[in-house]
């Protein structure tokens, strides 16, 4: 199958090049991640929490679906990065963390625990936007190795 | 000698484990249509559709799952998944297959997923319910190289989406049921209102809750559409902002519908509309 460019993509689904039942209900819902929820260099013992608000490091997505929409986003957040067997980075969110907006403003005009799922109404565009912050703990033993973990964004529409 | 100095190093109180990059977010998901799924019993199959809108091929499975939206005591709406429904719910998801039901997805491309039902050949008369849940996570994993230190971090973000399956044989009706409609509060610059729904019928209510606020002179000057499905009962707070509003007194209408415009009216049974109002006092 060959790629076809995204905004032929989203000209076909609006205009029912792509299948019937995309044209038939209203704008299907997705989320896309736009930026790394990064803490930069660490210091083995040092904490570092990147603010929700830190428009260079925190966490950002984008949800897209049909206006007036209400859409539930959870966040499924890991405890720790995992490398190796058994070495571990702890990985620390609190209630302050998560915000959500609907005019991209950084950080978000209205918080939320991203520990626990949310709803966002969409605005006429269509789009919302979600922050996470968060904190790393490194112990002053830090074991050096590739960590890894997985972080998972559910979205639903709560209308249907 | 070297592995000597390699051991010394990564003994030093290493001054970074440099470039440690939560790296989970910078994939684009798999998009899901049609949101709303609707299956006949003369039917039995369906299709959806996953378009990659990436620029990075996306492993993409397909799963079902018995779930509804139910509201907490809050009055928030949240969707609850059972893995193991009783065996007397309505649920779909034990007898429908997906194909493929794991499929990798290049950028740009759209995948179709043929969906077919195979439900007891005793299934009564009713509608049955399944949420189709599409994870996708990107191909290739992020891998970040930390300088010196050798550390590499990688963190894979999956992206879930929920969308819902409706199954219908033979005749299946719905009605609402207005249970609740009060102001909690008013303040200068919101209104916190309940609405408690209940549904008739053996299937589901899917329309629309409207909250109009009124002047004085009858003109709408603030107006809450929300998407609603009633699967069993809501008991739902809305917060509506009513900030820039005159202080005055208004007419809170609530309006609850079969009006859904994201939804092909075909598959929207038919259930009488509600209308109620309250007068509000702002400032």
Redesign the interface.
């Known amino acids: 199958?060959r790629?076809?460019?995204?905004a032929l993509?989203?000209v076909g689904?609006f205009t029912g090049f792509?299948?019937a039942?995309?044209a038939?209900?209203?704008?299907?819902?997705?989320?896309?991640?736009?930026?790394?929820?990064?803490?930069?260099?660490?210091?083995?013992g040092v904490p570092v929490t990147v603010s929700r608000f830190d428009p260079a490091n925190a966490?950002?997505?984008e949800i897209r679906?049909?206006r007036?929409?209400?859409v539930?986003i959870?966040l499924?957040l890991?405890a720790h990065?995992v490398a190796g067997a058994s070495a571990t980075?702890p990985?620390e969110f609190t209630s302050a963390d998560g915000g959500i907006a609907t005019d991209r403003t950084v950080g978000g005009t209205q918080s939320f625990d991203p520990r626990l799922?949310a709803?966002v109404?969409l605005p006429g565009n269509g789009k919302a936007y979600v922050y996470l912050g968060?904190t790393?703990r490194?112990a002053?033993n830090?074991a050096?190795?590739?960590?890894?973990?997985?972080?998972?964004?559910?979205?639903?529409?709560?209308?249907? | 000698m070297l592995r000597r100095t390699l051991l010394r190093r990564?003994r030093i109180?290493?001054?970074?484990?440099?470039?440690?990059?939560?790296?989970?977010?910078?994939?684009?998901?798999?998009?899901?249509?049609?949101?709303?799924l609707f299956v006949t019993h003369e039917q039995r199959t369906s299709?959806?559709?996953l378009?990659n809108?990436?620029d990075e091929a996306e492993e993409v499975t397909v799963e079902f799952e018995y779930g509804y939206?139910v509201t907490d005591s809050a009055g928030?709406?949240?969707?609850r998944l059972i893995p193991d429904p009783p065996a007397d719910a309505p649920s779909a998801a034990g007898w429908l297959r997906a194909f493929p039901r794991q499929a990798r997805v290049?950028?740009?491309?759209?995948q179709?997923v043929r969906i077919r039902a195979n439900p007891p050949a005793d299934l009564p008369d009713g509608e049955y319910w399944s949420?189709v849940i599409v994870?996708s996570r990107r191909a290739e994993?992020p891998?970040q190289m930390a300088g010196d230190?050798?550390?590499?971090?990688?963190?894979?973000?999956?992206?879930?989406?929920?969308?819902?399956l409706t199954y219908r044989k033979g005749e299946v009706s719905t009605g609402i049921q207005l249970d609740d409609f009060h102001v909690e509060s008013v303040t200068a610059d919101s209104i916190a209102a309940w609405v408690g729904l209940t549904r008739s019928g053996n299937g589901a209510f899917?329309g629309?809750v409207l909250l109009e606020l009124h002047d004085a002179e009858g003109n709408v000057v603030r107006s809450w559409?929300?998407?609603?499905?009633v699967y069993y009962t809501v008991l739902r707070r809305f917060a509506l902002d009513t900030a820039g509003l005159a202080p005055g007194r208004y007419i809170l209408r609530l309006l609850v519908s079969t009006d859904r415009?994201?939804?092909?009216q075909r598959h929207v049974l038919p259930a009488g509309p509600i209308e109620r109002t309250v007068e509000v006092e702002i400032g």
């Open positions: 199958m790629p076809l460019p995204r993509v989203w689904l792509a299948a039942p995309l038939a209900q209203g704008r299907p819902l997705s989320a896309v991640g736009q930026q790394d929820l990064n803490f930069g260099s660490l210091i083995p966490g950002q997505f679906g049909q007036d929409a209400e539930q959870e499924t890991p990065l980075l990985l799922p709803t109404v968060g790393v490194p002053t830090q050096i190795g590739p960590y890894s973990a997985t972080i998972t964004l559910t979205v639903a529409y709560t209308g249907n | 990564s109180p290493v001054l970074v484990l440099a470039a440690l990059a939560l790296a989970p977010v910078i994939a684009d998901a798999i998009l899901v249509s049609p949101h709303a299709e959806i559709y378009v809108q990436g939206p928030q709406i949240t969707m290049e950028p740009g491309q759209r179709r949420r994870t994993q891998v230190t050798a550390v590499r971090v990688g963190i894979t973000l999956q992206l879930r989406t929920i969308t819902s899917l629309t559409p929300t998407p609603a499905a415009q994201d939804i092909d």
